[in-house]
T-cell receptor, first 113, second 113 residues
Framework: GNSVTQMEGPVTLSEEAFLTINCTYT??????LFWYVQYPGEGLQLLLK???ADDKGSNKGFEATYRKETTSFHLEKGSVQVSDSAVYFC????????????WGAGTKLIIKP | DAGITQSPRHKVTETGTPVTLRCHQT?????MYWYRQDPGHGLRLIHY???????DKGEVSDGYSVSRSKTEDFLLTLESATSSQTSVYFC????????????FGQGTRLTVV
């Protein structure tokens, strides 16, 4: 079946550090892949996405590349800020059954000044 | 921001009572979803709708029912609330197709005592 596995958190970094949050998936077909971010007390919002193999999604300094050979979609940022502190969710979108989203468990990121 | 409103935002209820949560959208999106968010579980789909009066179950639908009599409103009902249904509930909307973004409401924090 379809599933998403994220690295467990919390991940604690100092400001300006390099960030990687790992995400791997299991899916049939060619799903679309997403990263969503949830700031404290808010709903989720789309951070970036990729819809086919080798696509790179990017937004606000974050990047992730759709790697079909390793079934991965790792989130990276070169220099994190305190304002990046949030929970990050990796998700895949099924290619059938009404395009449902399958979610990872979320990774809490804490950035210390 | 996408026009999606959840009500109430917070609710405390007693075990055994029925509870209804409302999701209202102004975007005319076809798909609407109810998720619950619990620590360590990410988001789990309860029910979703793909049109007026067209609904289907998600992975954790037991104890929940939904109704969609108008495009803009999607109601989630807990028939007889239990403590295991204490959670944060999110409504989401999306359009049809692969790679489409889901937009989330602010969430409803429900406590069953």
């Amino acid at each position: 079946g379809n599933s998403v596995t994220q690295m467990e958190g919390p991940v604690t970094l100092s400001e300006e550090a390099f960030l990687t949050i790992n995400c791997t998936y299991t899916a049939t077909g060619y799903p679309s892949l997403f990263w969503y971010v949830q700031y404290p007390g808010e709903g989720l919002q789309l951070l970036l996405k990729a819809t086919k193999a080798d696509d790179k999604g990017s937004n606000k300094g974050f990047e992730a590349t759709y790697r079909k050979e390793t079934t991965s979609f790792h989130l990276e940022k070169g220099s994190v800020q305190v304002s990046d502190s949030a929970v990050y969710f990796c998700a895949l979108q099924r290619t059938n059954s009404n395009y449902q989203l399958i979610w990872g468990a979320g990774t809490k990121l804490i950035i210390k000044p | 921001d996408a026009g999606i409103t959840q009500s109430p935002r917070h609710k405390v209820t007693e075990t055994g009572t029925p509870v209804t949560l409302r999701c209202h959208q102004t975007e005319n999106h076809r798909y609407m979803y109810w998720y619950r968010q619990d620590p360590g579980h990410g988001l789990r789909l309860i029910h979703y709708s793909y049109g007026v009066k067209d609904t289907d179950k998600g992975e954790v639908s037991d104890g929940y029912s939904v109704s969609r009599s108008k495009t803009e409103d999607f109601l989630l009902t807990l028939e007889s609330a239990t403590s295991s249904q204490t959670s944060v509930y999110f409504c989401a909307i999306s359009e049809v197709g692969g790679g489409t973004e889901a937009f989330f409401g602010q969430g409803t924090r429900l406590t069953v005592v």
